[in-house]
């Protein structure tokens, strides 16, 4: 973070505190995600703050979901075309 904080501002800072830990994005892969998808405890649908995919349980990248107006593959697209750069750097990144 404080590499990021450093390529906009230009000061070079210190961040301090503990590292949240979050969960794998189904659609980019990111650990972006408070809480993961569970129907049985009812949590999940958190929304990815890279790719915008809301977490509602899909797995295959195919499929149209109305809760997000497309599928992963839509999304994953839509990354390519226009990604923030910054946030490359922001989270770790799971391989699927
Ligand atoms: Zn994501």
Excluded: H
């Excluded at 593959?73 to 989270?91: H, L, S, T």
């Amino acid at each position: 973070m404080s590499e990021i904080i450093q390529s906009i501002t230009g000061y070079k800072v210190e961040v301090c505190g503990d590292v949240e830990v979050l969960f794998p994005c189904p659609c980019c892969g990111f650990r972006t995600l408070t809480e993961s998808y569970n129907p049985i405890e009812g949590t999940g649908y958190d929304i990815c703050p890279y790719c915008n995919w809301e977490d509602d349980g899909t797995i295959d990248a195919n499929t149209y979901r109305s809760i997000n107006r497309g599928s992963i593959a839509d999304y994953r697209q839509k990354i390519q075309e226009n990604f923030n750069q910054y946030y490359i750097n922001k989270w770790i990144k799971d391989s699927f």
